[in-house]
C-alpha cells in the first residue's frame, strides 16, 4: 500500500494550503483516513479523519472550523484555512485498519512519507 503526501510549503500566517495523499484505490477506497502532525520535538498528534463513505469527519480542536478533511476515490484532501505558527509540522496521511474514521493512532496501519507545513508570523 503506498500513501503519498504532498502540497505542503511555505505560507504566512492567515494562508491556506491544501494537502493531498494519493492512495492505492484499490486498498484504500474502503478504509478510514486520517491525517496527523509531528512538530520536532513533539508527538505525533491527530489532526483529522474521514470514513470510507464521508458520512463521518472528525477534527482535533485545534483546527475546526479551519480546516476540512475529504475524499474522492483515490485521493484524501486536508483544505487549511487561517493558518497558524503553531500549525507547522510535517503532516502524514495514513490509512485506518477499518472503514470508519478514529482519532486513534494505534487503529492506523499505513502511513505516508510527511509533508512539510512551515507558517510564517
Known amino acids: 500500500v503506498q500513501l503519498q503526501a504532498s502540497g505542503g510549503g511555505l505560507v504566512q500566517a492567515g494562508g491556506s494550503l491544501r494537502l493531498s495523499c494519493a492512495t492505492s484505490?484499490?486498498?484504500?477506497?474502503?478504509?478510514?483516513m486520517g491525517w496527523f502532525r509531528q512538530a520536532p520535538g513533539k508527538e505525533r498528534e491527530f489532526v483529522a479523519a474521514i470514513s470510507w463513505n464521508s458520512g463521518d469527519r472528525y477534527y482535533a480542536d485545534s483546527v475546526k472550523g479551519r480546516f476540512a478533511i475529504s475524499r474522492d476515490k483515490s485521493t484524501v484532501y486536508l483544505q487549511m484555512n487561517d493558518l497558524k505558527p503553531e500549525d507547522a509540522a510535517t503532516y502524514y496521511c495514513a490509512q485506518a485498519r477499518s472503514a470508519y474514521a478514529t482519532t486513534t493512532r494505534s487503529l492506523y496501519h499505513y502511513w505516508g512519507q510527511g509533508t512539510l507545513v512551515t507558517v510564517s508570523s
Open positions: 484505490r484499490r486498498t484504500a477506497s474502503n478504509n478510514g
